[in-house]
């Protein structure tokens, strides 16, 4: 099922990398930056998980609404007196801190401006999708633009009046340049995200 919303433009997208090892861990970092770089509205941050040889770990990644929010939180970033020595970004040819984590961050800047992949942790209308919601309201009211039923394929897709058991803790992927969200069957024909918080919703005081 897809909605008619249309999610802005990616004009410029950061990459920084702090070191973290869990989901759990990347969506606090991805709250703190959100709030102490002062990221305008229509900010879509993501995670990335990183396997290779030498980390296993998640990224993190920003797309801001344009180009000229991207220098301001550009310039924010590399003025912040961040504690962690360890924290690299990248934006475009620009890298800032740790040239390996810098290094490791491009990839996941790369794929999100392609929007080939990204776990969507902010996003517009994310604030909205808390308790339970109806999946119409859902794609009407957020970036989501697609939702898939795992284990459960409809022909038409899902009833636009399901609800949705939200958990208060939503989070798309970018798939094929469509950020989608995958759900499944859930108790008394309702439907719930696919992601389970683990072990409780993150940052609960961030609404």
Known sequence: ?????????VHSVIGVDAGTASLREADHLVHRLTEGLQLPEGT????HLIRTAERRGTTLSFALPDAAAARAAWQRLTE???PDPGLGAVLGDLTHGSAESARMAAPGAA???RR???RAVLYPGA?????TVVLAELLATSAIERVVVVGAPFADGP???TSVLTRDHVRPEWRDGVLTLALVP???GTLAPFEVPNPTPCCADHG
Not at 127 to 131: A, E, K
């Open 1 to 9: 099922m897809t909605a008619p919303h249309h999610v802005s433009g």
């Open 44 to 47: 879509i941050a993501c995670t």
């Open 159 to 161: 009833d636009p009046e």
């Open 116 to 118: 080939s992949g990204g």
């Open 186 to 188: 859930a108790v008394g």
């Open 80 to 82: 912040h007196a961040d």
């Open 127 to 131: 604030d909205r999708l808390t308790g």
């Open 111 to 113: 794929e999100h401006a």
